[in-house]
């Protein structure tokens, strides 16, 4: 059996996660709108040998948009202009189920496959909030449950307009003028709750058959959702112990779907702020810190929690959180309402807390701390690898690739190259079958 | 006043427009899947200083799925591929208004518009047929009014919230945290037949502020269309008699609608089959027609005029054809009957006629022959530019730059090189003003 090594996702924003990031003097806002800037983020990425880039996404704009450094580029496009100018590197794109017709969805992410050799992943989101319904002709979001519902159907259709091409359906037979095999195309005839969708999708089948799925909600529902479809799995946890709980309790649920403990790999997110010394890291995160906007870290906080925290005074520790209730991202919610529960701090306090990494961990410190951080967690049952937060960007990211990554592969954790050329080798999962084969066997 | 020059765009279609071109020696039916062949068309066409490059698309699979060299990409994916390695020429992809949500498309375009520094066009299809409709939820389209009449509101919501950012909304003020001036973005609260959409748009304004808004179809409806929001348009003559009648006739409802004369391109369609000689064209021509699958050319033509010729003895003359009836592309049926009425041909000679084209001009001939037929429409009234159907790629993009060209440029008819950077600037159009400061003076 071969070594367990880690996984590696650059999760990239804009200038930085670190919400004042463009505020800082080592960003440059202008590349927030340059597309050459996230090329440049994708090259450092696969120069370091990541497994994958990850962008998120919404369809509205955010809460407070007088101070949110944000709103230029839809990241299907965007990764495409990034696979241009890499060749090895995953590209994930963040795209929701709400929003968009499962026949487009499963087209840009076949086109988008077939154009970066088979480096395409789709993070799978649901969307809750009624500013982003608002945009697409409906009053408000569906409630978590049924998006939950609507997401799997969802999911049907996309995988199965996937597989409506078999891998050899195109002949290209210049002589009999036959380009494709009529026999390996198929319509999918979806009769659904929410969608009907007759096939086949106009796309032959992709580099990867399907692109990764992967998923961030760790709600139940989310769990659930996972634990049937994802691949890879995005997760924030604030400790060790949060994360091996959610560990092991999304691998105990996968044998019930027939799959294997190795089938998803969950990835927790870090926010590593890096110095030399502790002392320039701590600086660094004293920087940051002091740059915040109060009120627009308040206004982000409240649409996160889903309830409004701007009345309450800065330096006053905050009411407990209820326990229920928010038709948002829950899991997010209960992450807060643990922190508010476990260290009772001021509203400012919190703001600093999540304004690094809006409730993934930050580690402040030296490379080797930051290494020690990540084999901690990989190898006592609470990560298959990480989603790699650079505060600055792209400072941040060069210095994890120059500083963090020879450490980890100086003690074996992570692959000195890449092993594979798709998105799935990278990430040691295998290519789902076309299903043509048990079909023609049927007959 | 400056000397009016021609424009020209390449509309690319996997090897080539001829519907055997992958079976001619010249071309490699392996390109179809491959991004690089897709970016080496972008390439010569940029080497040629052509205006832009078009991608056309539907959502389905098309009638003889066996004799189909199609089905691989997703143009605005595509088309970013593209802007990757390019600098100057224009992109412009085709998405239909009845199958996306315009909020999505507003947001693509204006992607690639910032990803590609002011190149992205769109080309404006409302998608007839009953097939694709089934791949959306609906038992089948629209009829032709309605699909009009909905293109009508899509394209108010779509320009609204391209708007709905200020060109200067974006103020990055690092001292005091303010990102954005909030007075500069706006909501579109748009309420409609068929769309409510809130906005804003998720993205800042983009580098053309409305990509270029082109249209094809040119039946009543849709050159009413055409005349209140088309740019440039895309249209099929097989005489100069008929492309002048067209001419005159859009341009002649502009000023209907406010709009100056200028401010619409035609591009009528031309296949160039080029040799060095008349015999070589010939040649081609002839080798091309050999390698028509009738039974293939047959479905294609059934489905263009929404009726089955399959049961046509492939050597008699075709029937007269009704005069109206068909909910599918109207103006291109009204082509096919006057052709049919005119030369009253056998099904076989139709299929040659159309076999390289679909209803565009096909010239046959040398380089100096092609630059006739472009001068003599281009200088009397029947066309502004050309939409250039290479029947192979690369190899006839490639002559046309290399032998068509140099004539034209010649002639003084076509530009020596860019002179701006953006599509617009191309194609000689204005940048649609943000709108905010009529608002501004109104408070």
């Known amino acids: 059996m071969s070594v367990r090594r880690l996984h590696l996702n650059a999760f990239l924003m804009g200038v930085g996660h670190h919400e004042a990031a463009w505020r800082h003097p080592v960003t440059d806002p202008a590349r927030l709108g340059d597309v050459r800037h996230y090329q440049e983020l994708a090259r450092i990425a696969e120069a370091g040998g990541f497994d994958s880039v990850f962008l998120a996404d919404g369809v509205q704009v955010w809460g407070d948009v007088e101070h949110t450094a944000a709103h230029v580029f839809e990241p299907l496009t965007l990764l495409t202009a990034m696979a241009a100018v890499t060749s090895r590197v995953g590209l994930i794109a963040t795209v929701s189920t709400g929003y968009s017709e499962p026949y487009n969805l499963a087209r840009w992410f076949a086109s988008l496959d077939h154009i970066s050799g088979g480096r395409a992943g789709w993070n799978i989101v649901t969307t809750a909030g009624d500013r982003s319904a608002q945009n697409f002709s409906l009053p408000g979001a569906p409630d978590h449950a049924e998006r939950y519902e609507r997401a799997d159907e969802y999911l049907r259709v996309v995988t199965a307009l996937w597989d409506s091409w078999a891998d050899d359906a195109v002949l290209a037979d210049r002589e009999t003028g036959r380009f494709v095999d009529p026999a390996k195309v198929r319509e999918i005839g979806h009769e659904g709750r929410f969608h009907r969708v007759r096939g086949p999708l106009n796309s032959t089948r992709s580099p990867q058959g399907h692109p990764l799925l992967v998923q961030a909600g760790s709600s139940e529902d989310g769990k659930a959702f996972a634990a049937r479809w994802a691949e890879a799995v995005f997760t924030a946890h604030q400790t060790v112990e949060s994360a091996r709980k959610f560990y092991a309790d999304l691998k105990g649920r996968l044998a019930g779907h027939g799959r294997g403990a190795d089938s998803v790999k969950v990835l927790p997110g870090v926010v590593p702020v890096l110095g ?4 320039e890291a701590n600086r660094l995160a004293r920087e940051l810190d002091e740059l ?12 996160m929690l889903g309830f409004d925290l701007s009345g309450h005074p800065l330096d006053r520790p905050l009411p407990p959180l209820p326990v229920t209730g928010v038709n948002g991202a829950q899991s997010r919610f209960a992450l807060v309402r643990d922190l508010v529960e476990r260290e009772n701090p001021t509203l400012r306090e919190l703001l600093s807390r999540l304004g690094g990494g809006r409730g993934h961990t930050v580690v402040v410190g030296t490379p080797e ?5 990540i084999e901690l967690w990989f190898t006592t049952g609470a990560a298959d690898g990480f989603n790699v937060m650079a505060p600055l960007l792209p400072s941040g990211l060069t210095e994890f690739v120059d500083t963090v990554l020879p450490i980890l592969r100086r003690r074996g954790l992570f692959r000195d190259d890449y092993t594979g050329t798709t998105l799935r080798e990278h990430y040691g999962l295998a290519r789902p079958a076309d299903g043509f084969a048990d079909l023609a066997s049927a007959v």
């Open 276 to 279: 030399s010394t502790e002392e």
């Open 292 to 303: 915040i906007v109060p009120a627009r870290a308040v206004a982000q906080v409240s649409e």
């Open 369 to 373: 701390r930051i290494a020690d951080h």
